[in-house]
């Protein structure tokens, strides 16, 4: 997480008190998940249980995105495990398929509020990642990269963006991420 991120989510933990941030922190994960679990259910034309385990955010996170989600074709996969040695990365992608017409690697958010772009580098550097990871292990080239936020505020926000446009910046961080990996190292010997 970079720096000015931990000092607000620092600044915030210390105005809201630590036990409200605790379980604020706890039920946006559970939310996120319950979303996450939906989401790939309606993808998959499956049947959306009615019980109480599902909450009321997770269905008004799945309501607000239906209509971007009605974008998505030629699903290729959803909840899948990449990985790549090279980049010594990873991780499960949400969904790759056609977004728009176009081979896509989409990853679906939820928030407490709306997300200005600007502050979501890392989400454009995971779906970067993820692109690459496909690609390493697939011999298939994803050009694009969706990321699909609902907020709790009502707000819905779709990112579509060229994976060139990060590729750079997260080639910079991996080669970051080295370097401090080898003091570690040289430092524990």
């Given at each position: 997480m970079?720096?000015?991120?931990?000092?607000?989510?620092?600044?915030w933990r210390d105005t809201v008190g630590r036990e409200v941030a605790e379980y604020i922190t706890s039920q946006s994960a559970k939310n996120g998940t319950v979303t996450h679990e939906i989401i790939e259910q309606y993808l998959n034309n499956q049947r959306i249980e009615n019980d109480n385990s599902l909450s009321l955010?997770?269905?008004?996170?799945?309501?607000?995105?239906?209509?971007?989600?009605?974008?998505?074709?030629?699903?290729?996969?959803t909840e899948i495990p990449l990985y790549s040695d090279t980049m010594k990365l990873a991780g499960t992608c949400d969904c790759i398929a056609e977004y728009n017409n176009k081979l896509s690697i989409i990853d679906f958010k939820t928030s407490r509020k709306q997300k200005k772009e600007s502050w979501i580098l890392n989400y454009f550097l995971q779906v970067t990642a993820y692109s690459k990871m496909y690609e390493h292990l697939t011999n298939?080239?994803?050009?694009?990269i969706v990321i699909l936020i609902s907020g709790e505020d009502g707000t819905v926000s779709e990112f579509v963006?060229?994976?060139?446009?990060?590729?750079?910046?997260?080639?910079?961080?991996?080669?970051e991420f080295e370097n401090v990996r080898h003091k570690v190292e040289a430092i524990s010997q």
């Open positions: 970079p720096k000015g991120n931990r000092v607000s989510l620092q600044r955010i997770s269905r008004a996170h799945l309501s607000q995105l239906k209509p971007l989600l009605h974008n998505i074709d030629n699903i290729r996969c298939v080239k994803i050009d694009q963006k060229d994976v060139n446009q990060y590729s750079e910046i997260l080639e910079n961080k991996l080669l």
